[in-house]
C-alpha cells in the first residue's frame, strides 16, 4: 500500500507520529510532508522544543521506520504531487483549518494542498483530521464542502468506551480509526462488543 501523509500545523502531533509508526509497522509505503507550523507543533508537541531545527525534528520522527520517505513542502516533482502515480490513500494529520479552508476552496500552495487535491480529482481516499474547537461556521462549511467532493472527516476525538487508561491509549483509538479507513488491519483497540 502506498499512502501520502501530510502534516500541518494544528495541534494533534502525537496522532500524527502513531499513525506514520503504524503504517510503516503494516508495511505500508508512506511519502510524508510536513508545513512549517507542522514542524513546530511536532516539536513543541512531542519534545518540548519548539526550537528544535525541522531536520532534527524529521530526523527524529522517521528514524527507525522503514518505507517512509519526507519530501519537502514545496516538492512538486514528487509522486504525490500527480494523479498518474498510483497512490491508494492520501491523509492529512493533523489537518488545520487552513488547510481546510485552503482544499474547500481548490486552491494549492503547497505538496499538501496539491495531493490533497489529487486525491479528490481522482476519486481516492482522501481523510482528513482536524483538530479544531470550537467549530465556526466557516470551519464546518469547509468540511461538508470536502466530505461532498469525496473526502473523510475524521476529527481527533477519541472515544472512551473502549477502556482507555493512558494517553496512548486515546491516540491508539483515533489512529485505529483511521487506519480502518484506509482499509489497515489493526488491533490498536479492543473493538466494541469485543
Known amino acids: 500500500?502506498?499512502?501520502?501523509?501530510?502534516?500541518?500545523?494544528?495541534?494533534?502531533?502525537p496522532y500524527a507520529a502513531r499513525l506514520l509508526g503504524a503504517l510503516a509497522e503494516a508495511g505500508a509505503e508512506v511519502g510524508v510532508a510536513v508545513s512549517a507550523a507542522g514542524y513546530e507543533?511536532?516539536?513543541?508537541?512531542?519534545?518540548?522544543?519548539?526550537?528544535?531545527?525541522?531536520?532534527?525534528?524529521?530526523?527524529?520522527?522517521?528514524?527507525?521506520?522503514?518505507?517512509?520517505?519526507?519530501?519537502?513542502?514545496?516538492?512538486?516533482?514528487?509522486?504525490?504531487?500527480?494523479?498518474?502515480?498510483?497512490?491508494?490513500?492520501?491523509?492529512i494529520c493533523p489537518c488545520s483549518m487552513a488547510t481546510v479552508g485552503t482544499l474547500a476552496a481548490g486552491a494549492m500552495a503547497n505538496l499538501i494542498h496539491r495531493a490533497a487535491s489529487v486525491a479528490l480529482k481522482e476519486g481516492r481516499a482522501l481523510v482528513?483530521?482536524?483538530?479544531?474547537?470550537?467549530?465556526?461556521e466557516i470551519h464546518l462549511d469547509g468540511m461538508l464542502r470536502l466530505r461532498r467532493a469525496g473526502a473523510t472527516i475524521l476529527p481527533l476525538s477519541p472515544g472512551f468506551y473502549h477502556g482507555a487508561q493512558?494517553?496512548?491509549?486515546?491516540?491508539?483509538?483515533?489512529?485505529?480509526?483511521?487506519?480502518?479507513?484506509?482499509?489497515?488491519?489493526?488491533?490498536?483497540?479492543?473493538?466494541?462488543?469485543?
Open 41 to 91: 507543533v511536532l516539536a513543541t508537541e512531542l519534545h518540548g522544543d519548539p526550537s528544535l531545527p525541522p531536520d532534527e525534528v524529521r530526523d527524529r520522527l522517521v528514524g527507525g521506520l522503514d518505507g517512509v520517505t519526507v519530501y519537502g513542502i514545496s516538492d512538486y516533482g514528487s509522486p504525490y504531487a500527480s494523479g498518474s502515480a498510483k497512490v491508494d490513500a492520501y491523509v
Open 1 to 13: 500500500m502506498r499512502v501520502f501523509l501530510g502534516i500541518t500545523g494544528a495541534s494533534g502531533a
Open 128 to 136: 482528513l483530521m482536524p483538530r479544531e474547537t470550537p467549530l465556526s
Open 166 to 194: 493512558t494517553i496512548d491509549d486515546l491516540v491508539d483509538f483515533v489512529v485505529a480509526r483511521c487506519l480502518d479507513q484506509l482499509g489497515v488491519p489493526n488491533d490498536l483497540i479492543r473493538r466494541w462488543g469485543e
